[in-house]
């Protein structure tokens, strides 16, 4: 089987385009943020609460893209909603699927206060007993970490609680996991739900659009709608040191250290980060996050890089960075991007690494690469849009031309 890209921009359906901008976005709003509105909307006072969970259940639980579908909701007030709020989907432009099945779509968000639509990439991995999507926080990123793609991408802007919480939808409308597409789609895994997992993995770094991010992420596990436990979503960082600990305490997911060194040197070189915030800084965070226990343990993701950061004194000295601290490390396979200067450790420096870090407690899967041949493996990430020339940029546009 081969890689397959769909180009899906043109068929779009007509609630998922872009309208006036009069009309209040209603996901990413809070539930306080709704009833407000729907205050503000001239719903009275006795009502509002009761709307507020109309409208969240038929957008988070039931994934409809319209208030016509709201059907135990009146005529008239379906209009009405209709003409002060949107549930408009962010535009999905591209869908690639891997010959391994993960699927990568790009997403191309509503204009901005210049008039112009960026997009940022989002992907879908399956497993057997699991489904995980990993999400995009900013339109690139500011980090420049020198062995990943994204970081070639300078940052142009966050993403809105709105787009965040919004890929989280687009995805179970395309693995058609929402209720009213069961007829359409009956052998949904075991379990029953495809995304069964969440990871701020994708482009930008999470803790730098804190508040949107805090705010997405208490949409997605709330229990009324998306329903996604908290401890099934991973929020990584690079190591914003200041922002860790208020993380565990505001936002209460999971947390993943993109490490990959050992040393302030060799960190510096890869995460430029660490010289503002260098590693026992970042260790010493680690050590003091709200909830940390063996049950909630810290993911340190360490890619592997051949003749950089890959000798078994790497690994022994990983092993003395981390005492104390209840973690596993994910190794991961450098995946490699053109114009890159890394190349990925030989497979047996990888094992003799896993089984320094096995050997002394800690539990260091291999992460199997994932998409590579669609440029969706992690460290690959970056808007489409970057990569394409004048032309073909023209072209996309012209197929949103109006939205």
């Given amino acids: 089987m081969t890689a397959v890209t769909l180009d899906i921009a043109p068929k779009m359906r007509p609630e998922t385009q872009s309208r ?39 957008v988070y639980h039931r994934g409809v893209t319209s208030f016509a579908s709201m059907s135990d909701i009146s005529k008239d007030l379906r209009q009405k909603l209709d003409e002060a709020f949107s549930i408009d989907r962010l535009e999905v432009v591209t869908e690639q699927i891997s010959n391994d099945g ?17 997009e940022v990439e989002m992907v879908y991995i399956p497993e057997e ?22 970081g070639t991408q300078k940052l142009v802007r966050n993403l809105t609680a709105g787009e ?44 730098y659009n804190f508040d949107n991010v805090k705010t997405a992420m208490e949409i997605v596990s709330d229990g009324e709608g998306i329903s996604l436990s908290k401890r099934r979503i991973t929020l990584s960082t690079s190591g ?28 510096n070189k890869l995460v430029p980060l660490n010289k503002k915030y260098p590693i026992n800084e970042l260790l010493g965070a680690c050590r003091a996050y709200p ?59 990888i094992e003799r690494f896993a089984e320094v870090l096995n050997r002394a407690g800690y539990a260091s899967p291999v992460r199997t690469p ?20 004048a032309k073909e940029r023209l072209a996309m546009d012209a197929a949103s031309a109006g939205a």
């Avoid at 976005?25 to 006072?45: C, H, S």
């Avoid at 993960?102 to 960026?118: A, S």
């Avoid at 890619?303 to 003395?320: E, I, S, W, Y």
């Avoid at 998409?371 to 394409?388: H, T, Y």
Wanted: charged share 25%.
């Fill in 20 to 58: 006036s901008p009069a009309r209040l976005p209603v996901i990413g709003l809070t539930r306080g943020e709704l009833t407000e509105a729907l205050a503000k909307a001239g719903i009275p006072e006795k009502q509002r609460r009761m709307r507020m969970r109309q409208i969240w259940s038929w």
């Fill in 102 to 118: 993960t699927r990568k779509w790009l997403l191309r968000l509503p204009r901005d206060e210049r008039g112009q639509r960026h």
């Fill in 129 to 150: 007993d699991r489904g995980t999507l990993c999400i995009s926080s900013q339109v690139g990123c500011t980090l420049t970490c020198t062995f990943c793609h994204t």
């Fill in 164 to 207: 965040i919480a919004g890929q989280v939808l687009i995805a179970r409308d395309r693995l058609m996991e929402w209720p009213h597409q069961l007829e359409a789609n009956p052998t949904p895994p075991v379990g029953g739900r495809y995304v069964t997992n969440v990871v701020l993995m994708g482009m930008g770094e999470p803790l």
């Fill in 240 to 267: 914003v040191v200041p922002q860790i600990v208020r993380a565990g305490a505001e936002i209460g997911t999971m947390l993943a250290i993109s490490l990959h060194g050992t040393t302030d040197e060799i960190r």
């Fill in 291 to 349: 909830g940390l226990s063996n049950a909630r343990r810290i993911t340190f993701e360490y890619v592997m890089l051949k003749g950089v950061n890959d000798t078994l004194a790497d690994a022994k000295r990983l092993v003395q960075l981390l005492k104390g601290i209840p973690a596993k490390v994910n190794l991961i396979p450098f995946n490699p991007w053109p114009g890159t200067q890394y190349e990925c450790s030989d497979w047996d420096t």
């Fill in 370 to 389: 994932r998409g590579r041949d669609i440029m969706a493996a992690c460290g690959q990430l970056k808007s489409e849009s970057q990569r394409l020339g």
